[in-house]
């Protein structure tokens, strides 16, 4: 014998007005007649009978408001069916009295069975795991070192995995044919084929889901973006198909995947394809987010990246595609993701930056150092999971930090780098962090105002000077 | 109160045999007691945020199902709880995926539009409307790729079907000769617009025409006839013929969702689905006229299903929440 309870009709609905019957006590009612209409705040909605029965007892007046969920409104009894005792009801009951019929879900209030989530008081949580990223490998003793562009150690480093491991494949936008918008997946299609080197029509958000699909069936694609630009078309399928699967799957789907191609800003080409992404992706969980800066890197973090089980934002940058850097010759050289490289020891000043920032810092590093500012400059090469402690050791020493990068302020890199600082150091320091970032601007066209735009070599001396109250 | 749909012989309607009759009837009553359950439950607060409830459209997800073989991957929209169940995903599982508990499928972390099951090829539960069909084209592509004899069945709605990563998609299956089937489950409301109101051209079986993939409509409340469109439709992906689409003609009873008012129809229109096309009360006056069952027999499986949807509610009821630690796990794949 069911009792009729007030519904919630909507994720936030507590209670209701139950506004109009439209059955009255001995009606004979079939599945779906409409017994009453409820007013909540946002709609007027109707109740349908589930099971056939005689309405016994209305147990709520029309009119009445407030009507708290779960109420128990009417008794509908099926047939052969007797009316038993009705328990004395509560405003806020949870649950109704009807042992028996239906199983816990009518039996009356107690444990489990009737509260809701909200009700419950969550548990303490300890905080986040801390992820801890190995230090890179010893390289063999005399491994020999050979200069290699960006763009070479890319292609080394697709070619190698793509040999050991037939489940890569490359898929994008003239990958295959045209050897690669940028030349970086230069010759692979002689090597691997048309069914591993795949050219795709212009369609972003479609050859992105089909990847992400294709790695949830347990291959491992990297896709290629022409630029990073182009995959805001498909930044759905990165985040809500790709980064969230694991985890909103239980542990059971996941998306081994390599999206990499061009980031930040290329040269005199606008708005529309300037753009720094790294704080974007860098802000979601359930993506690893890298971002090399020399050949080298550049080399071991993709091969990492395309053998790691997760989707990785791999973020390159144009600019530095041609740039040349010495890279050990050896088998199977990979580097460990969510690292920091420290790229110049130092006691007076801390200055972090990745990717082309890397290169203003570089070249400031280089003039403040013959000027006497002894710097320690590092290189965060993985963007998530960020390697805090390898800038926090750094700002206990030194006291001052400085960060670097092409994108916009706010939100940015070095805001997160400023919190974390001032989360693990603050006593430490002993002066404020500064950012160095691309202005808070669209990208212009005009050369001197692309100029303006950008970070300079200058703006980091200049920051450096200020923590370090030189100027 | 038995309602008495039409069960005359119509020639061309392929006849089921007495197992596909029984096993469709169960089927079917599973997924609409199941989800009355859900139905009942999300009314008592037990069950939160969207529930998007498959009641009417039990037919289409059955008949395709039971035109598959092992191994074929399915992936669907938000709409999914009758798709599990078909597949043969614990009931238990999915009912306590809708309550939030460590026993869900997803363990509690996913709700109703996030399940998935890697040993029974079901992808979710995706919860953007449209995202399923460039990913369940990739299912196939990865079928394709390792030489593997597998079909994907992709399935979205009239709503997802104005989404252009859809013809993205087309585009790329029919050029690679992916074996994808495309099933459309036009019920005929796109939450509350109706296909006219969105839909320039609203035959949706000739969206895929101007990629030259086959399509055809259906009535998808005849698990006879979804059955056999199915079996064309699968063969001719597997034989690499490329993709084809179905577009099921389908109606669903309830809202939506749980919050849906149904204000952009009339309660004729939904009285007169249920009373002249109810896609179970059809298969039920086939069996009986057909002898294949009687009303005893099927009142027991009627109670048989009863037992099941029970028993998941009770576990789904009385299985804990995750523990907090849950919180943390499963955001990355520890390498």
């Given at each position: 014998?069911?009792?009729?309870?007030?519904?919630?009709?909507?994720?936030?609905?507590?209670?209701?007005?139950?506004?109009?019957?439209?059955?009255?006590?001995?009606?004979?009612?079939?599945?779906?007649?409409?017994?009453?209409?409820?007013?909540?705040?946002?709609?007027?909605?109707?109740?349908?009978?589930?099971?056939?029965?005689?309405?016994?007892?209305?147990?709520?007046?029309?009119?009445?408001?407030?009507?708290?969920?779960?109420?128990?409104?009417?008794?509908?009894?099926?047939?052969?069916?007797?009316?038993?005792?009705?328990?004395?009801?509560?405003?806020?009951?949870?649950?109704?009295?009807?042992?028996?019929?239906?199983?816990?879900?009518?039996?009356?209030?107690?444990?489990?069975?009737?509260?809701?989530?909200?009700?419950?008081?969550?548990?303490?949580?300890?905080?986040?795991?801390?992820?801890?990223?190995?230090?890179?490998?010893?390289?063999?003793?005399?491994?020999?070192?050979?200069?290699?562009?960006?763009?070479?150690?890319?292609?080394?480093?697709?070619?190698?995995?793509?040999?050991?491991?037939?489940?890569?494949?490359?898929?994008?936008?003239?990958?295959?044919?045209?050897?690669?918008?940028?030349?970086?997946?230069?010759?692979?299609?002689?090597?691997?084929?048309?069914?591993?080197?795949?050219?795709?029509?212009?369609?972003?958000?479609?050859?992105?889901?089909?990847?992400?699909?294709?790695?949830?069936?347990?291959?491992?694609?990297?896709?290629?973006?022409?630029?990073?630009?182009?995959?805001?078309?498909?930044?759905?399928?990165?985040?809500?198909?790709?980064?969230?699967?694991?985890?909103?799957?239980?542990?059971?789907?996941?998306?081994?995947?390599?999206?990499?191609?061009?980031?930040?800003?290329?040269?005199?080409?606008?708005?529309?394809?300037?753009?720094?992404?790294?704080?974007?992706?860098?802000?979601?969980?359930?993506?690893?987010?890298?971002?090399?800066?020399?050949?080298?890197?550049?080399?071991?973090?993709?091969?990492?990246?395309?053998?790691?089980?997760?989707?990785?934002?791999?973020?390159?940058?144009?600019?530095?595609?041609?740039?040349?850097?010495?890279?050990?010759?050896?088998?199977?050289?990979?580097?460990?993701?969510?690292?920091?490289?420290?790229?110049?020891?130092?006691?007076?000043?801390?200055?972090?930056?990745?990717?082309?920032?890397?290169?203003?810092?570089?070249?400031?590093?280089?003039?403040?150092?013959?000027?006497?500012?002894?710097?320690?400059?590092?290189?965060?090469?993985?963007?998530?999971?960020?390697?805090?402690?390898?800038?926090?050791?750094?700002?206990?020493?030194?006291?001052?930090?400085?960060?670097?990068?092409?994108?916009?302020?706010?939100?940015?890199?070095?805001?997160?780098?400023?919190?974390?600082?001032?989360?693990?150091?603050?006593?430490?320091?002993?002066?404020?962090?500064?950012?160095?970032?691309?202005?808070?601007?669209?990208?212009?066209?005009?050369?001197?105002?692309?100029?303006?735009?950008?970070?300079?070599?200058?703006?980091?001396?200049?920051?450096?000077?200020?923590?370090?109250?030189?100027? | 109160?038995?309602?008495?749909?039409?069960?005359?012989?119509?020639?061309?309607?392929?006849?089921?045999?007495?197992?596909?009759?029984?096993?469709?009837?169960?089927?079917?009553?599973?997924?609409?007691?199941?989800?009355?359950?859900?139905?009942?439950?999300?009314?008592?607060?037990?069950?939160?945020?969207?529930?998007?409830?498959?009641?009417?459209?039990?037919?289409?997800?059955?008949?395709?199902?039971?035109?598959?073989?092992?191994?074929?991957?399915?992936?669907?929209?938000?709409?999914?709880?009758?798709?599990?169940?078909?597949?043969?995903?614990?009931?238990?599982?999915?009912?306590?995926?809708?309550?939030?508990?460590?026993?869900?499928?997803?363990?509690?972390?996913?709700?109703?539009?996030?399940?998935?099951?890697?040993?029974?090829?079901?992808?979710?539960?995706?919860?953007?409307?449209?995202?399923?069909?460039?990913?369940?084209?990739?299912?196939?592509?990865?079928?394709?790729?390792?030489?593997?004899?597998?079909?994907?069945?992709?399935?979205?709605?009239?709503?997802?079907?104005?989404?252009?990563?859809?013809?993205?998609?087309?585009?790329?299956?029919?050029?690679?000769?992916?074996?994808?089937?495309?099933?459309?489950?036009?019920?005929?409301?796109?939450?509350?617009?109706?296909?006219?109101?969105?839909?320039a051209t609203t035959d949706l079986s000739l969206r895929g025409a101007s990629f030259g993939i086959p399509g055809e409509q259906v009535d998808g409340?005849?698990?006879?006839?979804?059955?056999?469109?199915?079996?064309?439709?699968?063969?001719?992906?597997?034989?690499?013929?490329?993709?084809?689409?179905?577009?099921?003609?389908?109606?669903?009873?309830?809202?939506?969702?749980?919050?849906?008012?149904?204000?952009?129809?009339?309660?004729?229109?939904?009285?007169?689905?249920?009373?002249?096309?109810?896609?179970?009360?059809?298969?039920?006056?086939?069996?009986?006229?057909?002898?294949?069952?009687?009303?005893?027999?099927?009142?027991?499986?009627?109670?048989?299903?009863?037992?099941?949807?029970?028993?998941?509610?009770?576990?789904?009821?009385?299985?804990?929440?995750?523990?907090?630690?849950?919180?943390?796990?499963?955001?990355?794949?520890?390498?």
């Amino acid at each position: 014998m069911p009792t009729i309870l007030m519904p919630a009709l909507s994720p936030t609905m507590e209670e209701g007005k139950l506004s109009k019957w439209l059955v009255k006590e001995g009606d004979i009612v079939s599945p779906g007649d409409v017994l009453a209409e409820i007013e909540t705040d946002k709609a007027t909605m109707e109740i349908e009978a589930i099971d056939a029965g005689t309405v016994s007892k209305l147990l709520i007046a029309e009119g009445t408001e407030g009507v708290k969920i779960n109420t128990a409104i009417a008794m509908v009894l099926g047939e052969g069916e007797t009316p038993g005792e009705l328990p004395p009801q509560a405003p806020d009951q949870i649950g109704s009295a009807d042992p028996g019929d239906e199983g816990p879900l009518n039996a009356p209030a107690q444990g489990e069975t009737s509260v809701t989530a909200e009700a419950k008081a969550p548990a303490p949580v300890a905080a986040a795991p801390k992820s801890v990223a190995e230090a890179d490998p010893d390289l063999p003793e005399g491994v020999e070192m050979v200069e290699m562009t960006v763009r070479q150690a890319l292609n080394e480093a697709m070619a190698e995995e793509m040999r050991r491991d037939k489940d890569v494949f490359i898929i994008g936008e003239e990958v295959a044919e045209y050897q690669g918008a940028y030349k970086i997946t230069q010759n692979l299609l002689q090597e691997f084929g048309p069914q591993r080197v795949i050219d795709t029509p212009i369609t972003e958000h479609g050859f992105t889901g089909l990847a992400v699909g294709a790695a949830f069936a347990g291959l491992k694609p990297i896709v290629e973006f022409m630029t990073w630009n182009f995959a805001m078309q498909a930044i759905d399928q990165i985040i809500n198909s790709a980064a969230k699967q694991l985890y909103m799957s239980g542990g059971q789907v996941h998306a081994p995947i390599v999206f990499r191609g061009p980031n930040g800003v290329a040269s005199r080409v606008g708005a529309q394809h300037s753009q720094d992404y790294s704080a974007w992706y860098s802000h979601i969980p359930g993506l690893t987010v890298v971002a090399p800066y020399s050949a080298a890197d550049a080399k071991g973090l993709l091969k990492a990246a395309i053998r790691s089980p997760n989707p990785i934002v791999f973020l390159e940058n144009e600019i530095l595609y041609g740039s040349t850097g010495l890279v050990p010759k050896m088998d199977d050289f990979v580097l460990p993701i969510g690292k920091a490289r420290i790229a110049r020891q130092g006691a007076d000043v801390t200055i972090v930056s990745f990717s082309m920032g890397m290169r203003y810092a570089t070249q400031a590093t280089e003039k403040l150092v013959s000027a006497g500012v002894d710097v320690e400059l590092i290189d965060l090469r993985t963007l998530r999971p960020m390697d805090s402690d390898t800038v926090i050791a750094s700002v206990k020493k030194t006291g001052r930090l400085v960060t670097v990068e092409e994108g916009w302020p706010q939100g940015g890199i070095g805001a997160e780098l400023a919190m974390r600082v001032m989360d693990q150091a603050f006593d430490f320091l002993d002066a404020p962090v500064m950012r160095v970032t691309g202005k808070d601007v669209p990208m212009p066209y005009a050369a001197n105002l692309e100029k303006l735009a950008l970070p300079h070599v200058d703006d980091v001396i200049a920051a450096v000077n200020a923590v370090t109250y030189r100027s | 109160m038995a309602r008495k749909p039409a069960a005359v012989a119509v020639p061309n309607i392929p006849e089921l045999t007495e197992a596909q009759e029984l096993q469709a009837y169960r089927s079917m009553l599973l997924i609409r007691r199941f989800e009355e359950k859900a139905g009942q439950m999300y009314g008592m607060g037990l069950i939160g945020g969207f529930c998007h409830l498959y009641i009417g459209q039990e037919a289409v997800v059955t008949g395709i199902t039971m035109a598959t073989i092992e191994g074929d991957a399915q992936i669907t929209g938000y709409r999914d709880h009758g798709h599990m169940l078909v597949m043969g995903l614990d009931p238990k599982g999915v009912m306590a995926e809708l309550t939030g508990r460590s026993g869900g499928l997803s363990k509690g972390k996913g709700g109703s539009m996030h399940m998935f099951s890697n040993e029974h090829r079901f992808y979710g539960g995706n919860g953007i409307v449209g995202a399923q069909v460039p990913l369940g084209t990739g299912l196939a592509f990865a079928a394709k790729y390792r030489g593997e004899n597998t079909v994907s069945l992709a399935y979205f709605g009239d709503g997802a079907a104005n989404q252009g990563q859809v013809y993205e998609a087309f585009n790329m299956a029919k050029l690679w000769s992916l074996p994808v089937v495309y099933i459309i489950e036009n019920n005929k409301y796109a939450m509350g617009t109706s296909i006219e109101r969105a839909s320039a051209t609203t035959d949706l079986s000739l969206r895929g025409a101007s990629f030259g993939i086959p399509g055809e409509q259906v009535d998808g409340m005849d698990v006879r006839l979804v059955l056999e469109a199915s079996e064309r439709a699968i063969e001719h992906a597997r034989s690499g013929k490329g993709p084809y689409i179905l577009e099921m003609l389908t109606y669903r009873y309830r809202g939506h969702s749980m919050s849906d008012p149904a204000k952009y129809r009339s309660k004729d229109e939904v009285t007169k689905y249920r009373a002249e096309r109810d896609p179970i009360e059809q298969v039920k006056a086939r069996i009986i006229e057909r002898q294949f069952g009687t009303e005893e027999s099927l009142k027991a499986i009627e109670a048989e299903v009863r037992a099941i949807v029970n028993e998941a509610a009770d576990f789904a009821t009385s299985n804990p929440e995750p523990e907090a630690s849950e919180l943390w796990t499963d955001i990355t794949v520890a390498a």
